[in-house]
Antibody, heavy 120, light 110 residues
Framework: EVQLVESGGGLVQPGGSLRLSCAAS????????MHWVRQTPGKGLVWVSR????????GYADSVKGRFTISRDNAKNTLYLQMNSLRAEDTAVYYC?????????????WGQGTLVTVSS | QSVLTQPPSASGTPGQRVTISCSGS????????VFWYQHVPGTAPKRLIY???QRPSGVPDRFSGSKSGTSASLAISGLRSEDEADYYC???????????FGGGTKLTVL
């Protein structure tokens, strides 16, 4: 059974940092592109970042470019999102999702999400 | 504001058919596949429709997708109480060079 379990969320002050993790199981993690998608309070889903299967090609939404870094450890079946210079508008539930076809927003499995709150 | 425009809400009674629209442009819906997701807050989003009108295994045939020009639609027939959720369309945007989601439609089953 495919499972994606996010962790690492919490309360952080503006300007602070946080690293999210997504532990994958039930499939060959190293064969899939992986994505982060967030949902801000009262708003919809927004794509954040993606990483190809071997970790060589990153992609970011303009709103997080230069502040967030996506990475993966295929030996540990884990996806990461390093979030720096956090702002109030980064407050959201962050989901990791498995990509079906490269960059495309087709995600066949999602995690339950981890809440990030940026507030003083 | 989202690149893709969806009505913020929709509603219907059990057994009815409901349609949710998703409007875009030539740089997104007009030239790329559309995907639909169902999201019950507090749970993992679920893929409902892929490549405009394809249903993954396990998704009931009450759900159907279509696309015409720069717009797409999700139809739900035989509405059931468990269909109450938020629904999102998504596609690739050539101008932004990235995936985009619609703002979401909250479906209420009366």
């Amino acid at each position: 059974e495919v499972q994606l379990v996010e962790s690492g969320g919490g309360l952080v002050q503006p300007g602070g940092s946080l690293r999210l993790s997504c532990a994958a199981s039930g499939f060959t993690f190293s064969s899939y592109w992986m994505h982060w998608v967030r949902q801000t309070p009262g708003k919809g889903l927004v794509w954040v970042s993606r990483l190809n299967s071997d970790g060589s090609r990153e992609g970011y939404a303009d709103s997080v470019k230069g502040r967030f870094t996506i990475s993966r450890d295929n030996a540990k079946n884990t996806l990461y999102l390093q979030m720096n210079s956090l702002r109030a508008e980064d407050t959201a539930v962050y989901y990791c999702a498995r990509g079906v076809y490269g960059d495309y927003p087709e995600f066949d499995y999602w995690g339950q999400g981890t809440l990030v709150t940026v507030s003083s | 504001q989202s690149v893709l425009t969806q009505p913020p809400s929709a509603s219907g009674t059990p057994g009815q058919r409901v349609t949710i629209s998703c409007s875009g442009s030539s740089s997104n819906i007009g030239s790329n596949y559309v995907f639909w997701y169902q999201h019950v807050p507090g749970t993992a989003p679920k893929r409902l429709i892929y490549r405009n009108n394809q249903r993954p295994s396990g998704v009931p045939d009450r759900f159907s997708g279509s696309k015409s020009g720069t717009s797409a639609s999700l139809a739900i027939s035989g509405l059931r109480s468990e269909d109450e959720a938020d629904y999102y369309c998504a596609t690739w945007d050539d101008s932004l060079s990235g995936p985009v989601f619609g703002g979401g439609t909250k479906l209420t089953v009366l």
